[in-house]
Nanobody, 112 residues
Framework: EVQLVESGGGLVQPGGSLRLSCAAS????????MNWVRQAPGKGLEWVSG???????PFYADSVKGRFTISRDNANTVHLQMNSLKPEDTALYYC??????WGQGAQVTVSA
């Protein structure tokens, strides 16, 4: 069964950091471009970051450039290191293989 499972979400104060992870199974992970997509309360889906199969070509939305870093392991895991978090980063974060394979989401709440 193809499956993506996110972990690492939580509550953090503004300026803090979190590291999300996405564990993949049931497919050849390294063959796919992996994405992080988020949905804030009352808003639509926003693409955040993506990385190629080799793990050497990351891309970022303008809203997170300089603060977030995407990476992937030799194991079937992709990460999103989130630094200097802002309240507007509060969202449910999904890892995704475009367009049909999605994780269950990890909640990130940035609040004082």
């Amino acid at each position: 069964e193809v499956q993506l499972v996110e972990s690492g979400g939580g509550l953090v104060q503004p300026g803090g950091s979190l590291r999300l992870s996405c564990a993949a199974s049931g497919f050849t992970f390294s063959n796919y471009y992996m994405n992080w997509v988020r949905q804030a309360p009352g808003k639509g889906l926003e693409w955040v970051s993506g990385i190629n199969g080799a793990g050497d070509t990351p891309f970022y939305a303008d809203s997170v450039k300089g603060r977030f870093t995407i990476s992937r392991d030799n194991a079937n895991t992709v990460h999103l290191q989130m630094n200097s978090l802002k309240p507007e980063d509060t969202a449910l974060y999904y890892c995704m293989i475009h367009p049909t394979i999605w994780g269950q989401g990890a909640q990130v709440t940035v609040s004082a």
